[in-house]
T-cell receptor, first 116, second 115 residues
Framework: AQKITQTQPGMFVQEKEAVTLDCTYD???????LFWYKQPSSGEMIFLIY??????QNATEGRYSLNFQKARKSANLVISASQLGDSAMYFC?????????????FGAGTRLAVHP | GAGVSQSPRYKVTKRGQDVALRCDPI?????LYWYRQALGQGPEFLTY????????KSGLPNDRFSAERPEGSISTLTIQRTEQRDSAMYRC?????????????FGPGTRLTVT
């Protein structure tokens, strides 16, 4: 069975510093995708970044990068130059591309607090 | 452009009542997903539609839960004879296609409270 593990229930970081949010996954599939979503206190789910299992380069989107280590089955999110607006819940997810569709399996999340 | 919308945003109902939750996906998105998110946890998959066809309902907890998408656009998740354990945030998401790299766009959710 597929599983996502986020071992850090809460993290804090000083404004302008970088922070890494951990995510490990378990799957026997060869083809899969890894996603990070941000959930601010308003409750919306905001897509941040995607990494495909066959992508050789680590994904980057602005201040977000995904440190993908396939052999270790980890997909950590790195946020550079943290801003106060980055304070939110962050979810790692993977898709199970079975039956030709993109069903997402989520971790329990990490709550990030950015301090001024 | 318009995102995924859900209604109602909040629903309080008494135990035993039926509720219907509505999802209006982004125009042109063929894939529609329903998830349930308990407080302090990540979303859990409930069911999936490709156009009007319900291709996976393996995440529906029991037969009190059902969903439909009759014209391949708006979807309704119905919970019959609600119980307190059904209280959660119910989220809908849509994506342009079925492929593994297609981003899912989430709606704001419906917060259901069963008293």
């Amino acid at each position: 069975a597929q599983k996502i593990t986020q071992t850090q229930p809460g993290m804090f970081v000083q404004e302008k510093e970088a922070v890494t949010l951990d995510c490990t996954y378990d799957t026997s599939d060869q083809s899969y995708g890894l996603f990070w979503y941000k959930q601010p206190s308003s409750g919306e789910m905001i897509f941040l970044i995607y990494q495909g299992s066959y992508d050789e380069q680590n994904a980057t989107e602005g201040r977000y990068s995904l440190n993908f280590q396939k052999a270790r089955k980890s997909a950590n999110l790195v946020i550079s130059a943290s801003q106060l607006g980055d304070s939110a819940m962050y979810f790692c997810a993977m898709n199970r591309f079975s039956g030709g569709y993109n069903k997402l399996i989520f971790g329990a999340g990490t709550r990030l607090a950015v301090h001024p | 452009g318009a995102g995924v919308s859900q209604s109602p945003r909040y629903k309080v109902t008494k135990r035993g009542q039926d509720v219907a939750l509505r999802c209006d996906p982004i125009s042109g998105h063929v894939s529609l997903y329903w998830y349930r998110q308990a407080l302090g946890q990540g979303p859990e998959f409930l069911t999936y539609f490709n156009y009007e066809a319900q291709q996976d309902k393996s995440g529906l907890p029991n037969d009190r839960f059902s969903a439909e998408r009759p014209e391949g656009s708006i979807s309704t998740l119905t919970i019959q004879r609600t119980e307190q354990r059904d209280s959660a945030m119910y989220r809908c998401a849509s994506s342009l296609g079925q492929g593994s790299s297609y981003e899912q766009y989430f709606g704001p959710g419906t917060r259901l409270t069963v008293t």
